[in-house]
C-alpha cells in the first residue's frame, strides 16, 4: 500500500473542534487492567493500542481485545493509520500458539485477530495467519474468531490459506471511497480490495469490510461504496468516523453527524447487506461478536422500524 500520498508537504493538525458525541471514557476497571496483564505477559500486540481506538476502555473493560499478529512494525504507509512503518522484525513461529493461549487465558467466546501488511515475504504473512487461526481454534474450539486480514496484494493463495483454516468472519477493510484511496491508502487498490471480498465470499467465508468518514468523501461516494461492496459479496459493513492520531497524518476533513451515520445504515441494509453497524465511535471490531451471526443485524433494524411505525 505505498506510493505517496497526495498532501500538502506539511500535513496539517486538524483544526475543526471534536463534537460532543465523539467524547469516551478512559480506561478504567478490573476487567481492563486484567486484560493489559495478559497482552503484556505474552508479548501480544494489539490494535486496540497500536490503532489508539477510542472504544479501547469500553471493549478491553468486556474482556475483548483485537490481537495483532506479525509485528507492530508495517512495510506500509497509510495516511490515516498509527501503526508504525518501517522494517519488520523477523517472522516469530511460536507467535500462533501465544495468542491462542492468551484467548484461552482471557475466556473470552469471540476473538479479533488482525495483522500489519508483511509485504516483504513471500507469503505476505499467510502462513502465519493460517498456524495462528488452527492455533486458536483448537485451543479454544468454542470460541468465535473473525480475522481482519491485509491484501495480501490480492495474491489467491495466500488469501485461500486464510479461507482454508476457516475462521467464522474474514474482513477487509475498504476504509475509504474509490476517489481517495491513493491519497489515503496509498499502496493499496480500491477494485483489488473488492477483489480480496469476492474471493473470500466465493470461499464460503461471511465477509465483511469498513469504511471511515471524515477525509473529504462525498455523500454519493459513500452510498457507491455501499453498492460496490454488496456487489462484492460483502456481508458486513463497519461505519465510523475518522480520528486523526497525529500531526503526521491525514486531517480530518469534518465530524460527520450521527444523523448522516444513520442514513448510511439505512442505505446499507436496503441495498440487501446482512448487518451494517454506523456511527461515529464505530471501528472494526466494535460489537463484531454480533457480527459473527447471519441475519442478527438486518433483524433488529427490521425491528426497529416496526416499532417506528407502530
Not at 461471511?206 to 459479496?233: P, Y
Not at 451471526?293 to 422500524?305: D, H, L, R
Request: net charge neutral; glycine share 8%; charged share 25%.
Amino acid at each position: 500500500m505505498i506510493e505517496l500520498p497526495v498532501v500538502a508537504a506539511e500535513p496539517q493538525e486538524s483544526k475543526i473542534k471534536k463534537p460532543d458525541w465523539l467524547r469516551v471514557k478512559l480506561p478504567i476497571g478490573e476487567s481492563y487492567k486484567h486484560v493489559r496483564g495478559l497482552v503484556d505477559q505474552h508479548k501480544l500486540h494489539t490494535i486496540c493500542e497500536s490503532g489508539n481506538c477510542p472504544n479501547m476502555g469500553e471493549c478491553w473493560g468486556a474482556g475483548t481485545a483485537t490481537f495483532m499478529i506479525l509485528g507492530n512494525v508495517c512495510t506500509r504507509s497509510c495516511g490515516f493509520c498509527a501503526v508504525a512503518t518501517g522494517r519488520p522484525d523477523a517472522v516469530d513461529w511460536d507467535e500462533p500458539q501465544r495468542v491462542a493461549e492468551a484467548i484461552h487465558l482471557m475466556k473470552v467466546k469471540h476473538a479479533v485477530i488482525t495483522s500489519v501488511d508483511r509485504d516483504e515475504l513471500k507469503d505476505g504473512g499467510s502462513i502465519i495467519w493460517h498456524n495462528t487461526i488452527k492455533a486458536v481454534k483448537q485451543l479454544n474450539p468454542d470460541t468465535t474468531l473473525e480475522t481482519l486480514i491485509p491484501d495480501f496484494k490480492g495474491k489467491q493463495e495466500d488469501i485461500q490459506r486464510v479461507i482454508d483454516a476457516h475462521p467464522e468472519v474474514v474482513s477487509h477493510n475498504i476504509e475509504t471511497v474509490e476517489r481517495l484511496t491513493r491519497q489515503v491508502r496509498i499502496q493499496a487498490k480500491y477494485w483489488r480490495s473488492m477483489e480480496v471480498i469476492s474471493i473470500l465470499k466465493q470461499g464460503g467465508m461471511r465477509t465483511k469490510s469498513g469504511i471511515m468518514m471524515g477525509l473529504g468523501e462525498a455523500k454519493e461516494e459513500v452510498f457507491q461504496t455501499l453498492r460496490d461492496l454488496h456487489n462484492a459479496g460483502c456481508d458486513v459493513v463497519t461505519i465510523g468516523q475518522y480520528l486523526q492520531p497525529s500531526k503526521k497524518h491525514l486531517p480530518v476533513q469534518r465530524f460527520v453527524h450521527p444523523d448522516e451515520f444513520a442514513e448510511y445504515r439505512e442505505f446499507g441494509y436496503s441495498l440487501g447487506i446482512d448487518y451494517v453497524e454506523s456511527g461515529p465511535l464505530v471501528r472494526s471490531s466494535y460489537h463484531s461478536e454480533r457480527h459473527v451471526i447471519p441475519g442478527y443485524g438486518k433483524a433488529k433494524w427490521e425491528a426497529e422500524k416496526a416499532n417506528m411505525i407502530a
